[in-house]
């Protein structure tokens, strides 16, 4: 079975300072994972996502991510926040093996502040 | 332009009286998902469909059911909401294509409450 685990659940964060929102996963077979953005009373928003290949990728709004197989960890990145960034984020895993389900971690709330 | 669009945006309902949310993608893809998010959690699987496909999650309340009568649509029907079931619900699809999976497209979500 797969599960996903964000190790911070809020963040707090200057404007124009770092980033980083950790996930682990675990998952017996091949996996595809994701970091999604969630806005006040909104759907859920794409930011990046690993299916293969390189293990550094780059989503949209600056943001990145870095696959770490021997970690099992899917850690999301950006090196400078904005207040727009104020948002609620979410680690998402499916694997071939699990139904086309997609499961997520619980959350992390990322508070901007000028 | 939206791609999965789900309405209402916002929905009221009284105790015990069936509503039904709606679903509806320009996308053709063949996965379709119904999540319950309550506040400040994470978004949490119902059931989801494969094609024609239903998978209920073992967890999933029976009071919780779903209808999709083709690629476009899907339902979720609330046979009696109680108070618990006030939450946003989410539908999202994807395109599983020989076994590659591509993102989750979400709408915008249903926020349903009970009176």
């Known amino acids: 079975a797969q599960s996903v685990t964000q190790l911070d659940s809020q963040v707090p964060v200057f404007e124009e300072a770092p980033v980083e929102l950790r996930c682990n996963y675990s998952?017996?077979?091949?996996?595809?994972l994701f970091w999604y953005v969630q806005y006040p009373n909104q759907g859920l928003q794409l930011l990046l996502k690993?299916?293969?290949?390189?293990?550094l990728v780059k989503g949209i709004n600056g943001f990145e991510a870095e696959f770490n197989k021997s970690q099992t960890s899917f850690h999301l990145r950006k090196p400078s926040v904005h207040i727009s960034d104020t948002a609620e984020y979410f680690c998402?895993?499916?694997?071939?093996?699990?139904?086309?389900?997609?499961?997520f971690g619980a959350g992390t709330t990322v508070t901007v502040r000028a | 332009d939206a791609m999965v669009i789900q309405n209402p945006r916002y929905q009221v309902t009284q105790f015990g009286k069936p509503v039904t949310l709606s679903c509806s993608q320009t996308?053709?893809?063949?996965?379709m998902y119904w999540y319950q998010q309550k506040s400040s959690q994470a978004p949490k699987l119902l059931f989801h469909?494969?094609?024609?496909?239903?998978?209920n999650e073992a967890d999933t309340p029976d009071n919780f059911q779903s209808r999709r009568p083709n690629t476009s649509f899907c339902f979720l029907d609330i046979r009696s909401p109680g108070l618990g079931d006030a939450a946003m619900y989410l539908c999202?699809?994807?395109?599983?294509?020989?076994?590659?999976?591509?993102?989750?497209?979400f709408g915008q979500g249903t926020r349903l409450t009970v009176v």
């Open positions: 999202a699809t994807s395109d599983w294509d020989r076994g590659q999976n591509t993102e989750a497209f």
């Open positions: 998402a895993v499916s694997d071939e093996g699990n139904d086309y389900k997609l499961s």
């Open positions: 690993y299916l293969s290949g390189s293990t």
């Open positions: 469909y494969y094609d024609k496909d239903f998978n």
């Open positions: 998952s017996s077979v091949s996996v595809y």
């Open positions: 996308l053709n893809h063949n996965v």
